[in-house]
Each structure stands twice: as structure tokens, then as C-alpha cells.
């Protein structure tokens, strides 16, 4: 298999140039890669048409915009996954020296996942905040400071010329996520109690800062970081944790939502003004 071209610059050098087909069959022949995508696209088919129907009913604006946050998660899952089966957002990196997969040809790196965070945790945290009735401040500084979150996530993942940098892209994305983890648990908490949506809040809450810990965890351990597992293992631990933290956390916030409808359209809107 042909891993990398190459092409001629106006100086006359050459550079690599990796083709989308190299991914794809990277990907194709490994079936536990293959498999943690397709399965992600099965669950973001069926999760968007029951969200759909589950939202059906609704008639207040304020719980229609938690649905529609709520049906983002798996339509740009089912984009996310979609490029990434395609071999479009997955690309053959050369690890820098002293990471534990330098030299050992190209690495398998599927940096779709981390773009597409950018979009997905957003409407996430969108959701919850309009859950626990936040105010705008609170809502723009965790939905900024998670997508910071996911950029240098993104950065750490695609850095190829020094293994320090990668790590200090680390260091920084998690800081970011700290902030998103305090909103959380601090702030959003007792907006949710002012609010009577305290005890599905809480359990939301629960289950996203418990799984949301588990992909720093999951990058240090996976390919990516010290390559304790392998790039198949890496893959399907993040799809595991997202269909959780996606899927079965937006059908429990829309059941409820559906069934409580009332208690969310009184909420304070997070403009500030009436609606
Ligand atoms: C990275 C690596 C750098 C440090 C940290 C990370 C955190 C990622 C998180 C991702 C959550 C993703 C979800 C996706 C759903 O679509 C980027 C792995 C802190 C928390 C919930």
C-alpha cells in the first residue's frame, strides 16, 4: 500500500502529501476502526428519527430550542462519523521523536473526532445550560471556553513536530475543560435548583462530567498520547463514552422535557428578557 505521494514545490522540493484513498484503506483494513465508526452512524440514524418524534408535541419556544440543541448531538454525529468512515477526516501522521509510535510508519490519527467535538459539546452544554435556566454570561463562557476545549484538543492530536508541544496542547485543553467542569457542578447546579429542574439537572450533570473525563483519559492512554492501547482500542473507547454522552443523555434530558414540559417554558430566559 502506497502511504504517501509526493509533490514538487516551486522550490523543488518535495513534500508528502497523504490522499484521502490512504486513510480509507487504512481504515477498511482494520476492522475494530471501521466497526467504532459504522456503529455511531447506526445509533445517530436511529437517535435522530426517535428525537424527532419525541419532540413532536412540544409547543413552548424554550423547550423547543433544548430539543433542537438536543437533535444537533446526533445529526452532527452522523456528519462526524460519515467523514470519518470515509477515510475524509482520518489522516497517517508521523509521531515525533520519543512518542512510543515514532518510527513505527504512519499512525492511524482520526482528527474528525476533535473538529467535530467543536460542534457537538457546544449543543451539549447548550442544552443543560437552557435545562438549569442560566443566564447568558454563564451559558457564552462554558460553550466558548469548551470550544477552546476542543481546538486545542485538535492541535494536540495534529502535532507532528515535537512531542512536548503535543502535551502542552494537552495541558491547555484541559485547562479549558476545568472551567467547563466548574460551570458546571458550581454554577449551573444552583441555577438548576432556583429553576425546579435540580433533580434531572443533577443527573445530566452526573453523567456528563463522569463520561467527559474519561476522553482526556482515554487520549493519554490511546494512540494519541502514550499508546497504551492501540489505535482499534482508542477508537471504540471514544465511540463507547460518545454513545452515552450523546445518545442516551439526549433521550433522558428529551424524555423529560416531554413529560415536564411546563416546568422548563416558566424557566428565565437565558437573554434575559421574557423570551
Ligand atoms: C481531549 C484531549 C485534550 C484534553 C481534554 C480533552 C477532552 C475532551 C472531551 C471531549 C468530549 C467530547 C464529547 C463529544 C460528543 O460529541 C480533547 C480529549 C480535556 C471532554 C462529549
Redesign the pocket.
Known sequence: MVLATVFDTAAGSTVPLQTQGDALQAIQDSFLLSSSFWANIALAGVSILLFVYMGRNLSSSRAKLIWVAALL?PL??ISSYSSLVSGLTVGLLQMPAGHPLAGTGEVVSPWGR?LT?TF??PA?LAALGLLAGTDFTKLFTAITMDIG??V??LA?ALTTSSLLIRWVF?GI??AF?LVVVYILLAEWSEDAARANTGEIFDTLRNLTVV??FG??V??ALGSEGLAVLGVGVTSWGYSG??IV??YAFAFLLLRWVANNESVVASNPSVFGGDD
Open positions: 448531538v452532527v454525529s476533535y467535538w457537538s459539546t451539549i476545549m476542543c486545542t484538543g494536540a494537552f485543553s484541559t475543560f463520561l467527559w476522553y482526556p482515554l487520549w463514552l460518545d454522552a450523546k
